[in-house]
DNA sequence: GTTTATCGTTCACTATATGTGAACATCGTT
DNA sequence: AACGATGTTCACATATAGTGAACGATAAAC
């Protein structure tokens, strides 16, 4: 059962290759960071720009994504169902708090924001949106993870956890604590652990099998944040518990 | 030279199908439409779901897109710089003339609107961004056309064009006049041809090597704007004009 | 409740497309 | 002018992609 396409692999990774990386790429670049030779590189970016997937630079020769791609995106914006779901609600939040309201969804091993509302106040946290990110990060998605399977949680945990600040959490014991007192509370809040000095309370949604589906979150300065922090927890519960049983989950 | 890879071509064409389709779609329905084995068009999926350009409803099988087409498209959007370049000329254009202001790219054999401000208006027209339309089809890709080269016009205009209405063009000749008059006029004014009782005015910016780049149009119910046709025509040309400048193009 | 049709998935096999590595052309720099 | 880097092309041998049939599961039809 060898059902992987290699060349199609390798152009699937070719293209995730411009996620982290200066916007135009050359041949030999790719050739080094692909770990194939440059000629199949070249057929590679032949191919997908036929496609327009891929777009030459004709002044340096150079390569970028194509606009197919703007266009693909696009759609799986319009398809997916729940984002337009959930935007009244995290509007709501947002105009009631003043502060970043997101709405966080799993994809594989990874999280995203899909949706938000961003703050007012001249001093303000922002999150990019339709960016992946890691499921232990924040805690919009480590309130996702804590209700994911017990398989699921140590496969994410058994890799190491890229350290964004000195607070970052690094031990993966300590990491299931917090998931089990995620589980116990049914929210979280967290400061510093990504950014200095912001804080972020997140809860999470399920779906009508009981499933966690994904969850929203109010991120904001830590000093600002901390003058309603229990009231704006219980808003975010709240918020999540009307979107759950909007699914069809039964407490 | 046989620099084209099968299998990427396919798996490229496959993710493209579901731009004219329902959401999500099986394994026979692609076999099918690609005219390939079920087997081959499995490992096809199984291929970019790995890789999260596609996802699989676990509830009826189906596939549909993956979110990292929208990782992707999002970092094209990020990417293209006259956008924001030309957004400030838009807004300006639209808060002015209260209708749709759109900024309309060439890419390939297609043109897209990559930007746009609605109108605010109760009853107004309004278009779809990041969706790959032929040049022919509206005064924003016309004007564009009519600056390409020859040997791109002809091949634009070999294939039979798409009636969207019953004053559609559809004879090459005519299309060509309409092309010279463009290039005569340095702007086109069109009605119905794509809708019924709508009205576009377009002109094309050209970038520092005096090549076509973009165009701008203006497009709203045709009642609207023929009471100030003339004058917005001058607005739109001027803008365009203005920007064609800022990208070093000399008159 | 049984049959039928259709679906997604798996598999072994062969033709074929793929990746290699070297040679080439072109550019800007030294 | 020589160099080093680039993107591009090519012929070839090997790995691989697509076939077509069989499988199990599901839903519709009788």
Redesign the interface.
């Known amino acids: 059962m060898r059902?992987?396409?290699t060349?199609?692999?390798k152009?699937?990774?070719l293209?995730?290759l411009?996620?982290n990386a200066e916007?135009e790429l050359g041949v030999s670049d790719l050739s080094r960071k692909l770990q194939i030779s440059k000629g199949a590189v070249?057929?590679?970016l032949?191919?997908?720009e036929?496609?327009?997937?891929i777009?030459q630079n004709p002044n340096n020769k150079l390569y970028?994504?194509?606009?197919?791609?703007?266009?693909?995106?696009?759609?799986?914006?319009d398809?997916h169902d729940w984002a337009e779901f959930a935007k009244p609600s995290i509007q709501k939040l947002a105009d009631y708090t003043k502060e970043l309201a997101c709405f966080c969804?799993i994809?594989?091993q990874d999280a995203?924001y899909?949706d938000k509302i961003e703050s007012q106040y001249p001093i303000r946290f922002n999150v990019e949106?339709?960016?992946?990110f890691p499921l232990y990060a924040t805690s919009a998605s480590r309130v996702i993870l804590a209700y994911c399977s017990p398989e699921m949680i140590d496969q994410v945990l058994s890799q190491p956890f890229k350290q964004y600040t000195p607070y970052s959490i690094t031990d993966p014991e300590e990491m299931k604590q917090r998931l089990a007192k995620i589980r116990q509370l049914g929210y979280e809040i967290s400061s510093n652990l990504r950014n200095i000095g912001v804080t972020g309370i997140a809860a999470p949604i399920f779906d009508a099998e009981g499933k966690v589906a994904a969850s929203i979150s109010l991120i904001g300065p830590t000093d600002r944040m901390t003058q309603n922090l229990d009231h704006w927890a219980d808003t975010v519960v709240q918020t999540t518990q009307k979107l759950s049983r909007h699914f069809g989950y039964k407490l």
Chains 1, 2 share one sequence.
Do not use: P, W
């Open positions: 059902s992987i396409l060349s199609v692999q152009s699937c990774t293209l995730k411009f996620l916007k070249h057929k590679l032949i191919t997908l036929s496609e327009g997937f777009k970028s994504l194509g606009y197919t791609l703007l266009e693909l995106g696009t759609k799986v914006k398809n969804i994809d594989g995203m899909i949106a339709y960016r992946r």
